[in-house]
């Protein structure tokens, strides 16, 4: 098997990898849990806690189903113009393997959401409101491929997110001019493994291959110029 072909499989691998990790765990957390439950995995400031985000990014929700139906075919596209470069990368030698892998684990991650926001709201019900166990009436825990279908049509899911790290929590103190008695958490955010792939991946090219991204941009300014 060349080099080449070797890198390949290697990045297919890492993909799928990526992939089924990040949809086992998000196919547990949503059949097994509730909206905002949470399971103790170090102490306190680590957590597995169930929420599912119905924005983009950074929180932004979009304001109608047909915006997030075209945010989420932009987003298809984006991942679709990621492979390309991925594919355009590897067959360069002087494109550093790093560099390559990196990219690919950031498509993986962007897939994994994709997959959720595409298709989540046909295979699962619903995880909000309740339902009635034992005579009991509890909060709800989806289920798959429920008899009444899903809970919203194709490239309207929900993303699942459940990693969770209040690490520092306190209240300002009363002299604390303007946060007096406010709540500060580190850090807030509860994410995913494919957010996390997608990050990691990021601080992975700004660390360690700034020498490659600089001479990108510095190569694209002389030919502007």
């Not at 034992?134 to 993303?159: C, I, R, W």
């Amino acid at each position: 098997m060349t080099t080449l072909r070797r890198t390949v499989w290697l990045g297919v691998a890492l993909v799928l990898l990526i992939l089924v990790l990040d949809q086992a765990l998000k196919f547990w957390v949503k059949t097994h849990m509730h909206i905002g439950e949470g399971i103790p995995l170090i102490g306190s400031w680590a957590k597995l806690y169930f929420v599912e985000n119905v924005g983009i990014a950074f929180g932004i929700k979009p304001g109608n189903s047909v915006l997030k139906i075209v945010l989420s075919v932009m987003r298809i596209l984006m991942v679709g113009g990621f492979c390309y470069l991925a594919h355009y990368l590897v067959r360069r030698p002087t494109v550093p393997r790093g560099v390559y892998f990196a990219l690919l684990a950031v498509i993986a991650g962007a897939l994994g959401n994709v997959i959720d926001g595409t298709f989540y709201g046909l295979l699962f019900s619903s995880s909000d409101g309740t339902m009635i166990v034992e005579d009991s009436v509890v909060p709800a825990v989806a289920t798959f491929l429920p008899e009444g279908g899903g809970y919203a049509p194709l490239l309207q899911g929900k993303v699942v997110d459940m990693f969770y790290f209040p690490i520092i929590e306190f209240y300002w103190p009363d002299w604390m001019p303007g946060l007096a008695g406010q709540h500060f958490e580190f850090f807030r955010p509860v994410f995913n493994l494919a957010d996390a792939a997608i990050t990691a991946s990021i601080f992975y090219l700004i660390l360690f291959q700034r020498k490659f991204l600089f001479g990108i941009s510095a190569n694209f300014k002389s030919k502007k110029q």
